[in-house]
Nanobody, 115 residues
Framework: QVQLVESGGGLVQPGGSLRLSCVASGFIFRIYAMDWYRQAPGKQRELVAHISSGGSTNLADSVKGRFTISRDNAKKTGYLQMNSLTSEDTAVYYC?????????WGQGTQVTVSS
C-alpha cells in the first residue's frame, strides 16, 4: 500500500524557517521524481518544488533562493527546507509522486506564517 506522510508544518513568524518531511512507503521511492505542492485558502494547488530521481531540482520562481528540495533515498524521505518565510507562504503543503500513471499524494501539512 502506497503511502506518503508529511510532517514538519506549523506556525512560524515571518522570516522564520521550517523543514517539511515526506516519508514514502509501499513503492520504490528512489526511482521516482517527487514534488511539493501547496494550496492556500481560495487558491488552486500550485507546484512549489520538484526533484528528479537523480536529484536534479526545480523551484517555482516565488520560492527560489528561499526554499530547497532534497531527498534521502535510503530513508525513503523527501524534504522541503523553507527559509525567509512570509505570509504568502501560508498554505497546506503536499508531497506528490507520480508512479507510472498513478498520482500519489500525502495528506498535507499546514504551514502558517504569522506574527
Amino acid at each position: 500500500q502506497v503511502q506518503l506522510v508529511e510532517s514538519g508544518g506549523g506556525l512560524v513568524q515571518p522570516g522564520g524557517s521550517l523543514r517539511l518531511s515526506c516519508v514514502a512507503s509501499g513503492f520504490i521511492f528512489r526511482i521516482y521524481a517527487m514534488d511539493w505542492y501547496r494550496q492556500a485558502p481560495g487558491k488552486q494547488r500550485e507546484l512549489v518544488a520538484h526533484i528528479s530521481s537523480g536529484g536534479s531540482t526545480n523551484l517555482a520562481d516565488s520560492v527560489k533562493g528561499r526554499f530547497t528540495i532534497s531527498r534521502d533515498n535510503a530513508k525513503k524521505t523527501g524534504y522541503l527546507q523553507m527559509n525567509s518565510l512570509t505570509s504568502e507562504d501560508t498554505a497546506v503543503y503536499y508531497c506528490h509522486v507520480r508512479a507510472g500513471a498513478i498520482d500519489y499524494w500525502g495528506q498535507g501539512t499546514q504551514v502558517t506564517v504569522s506574527s
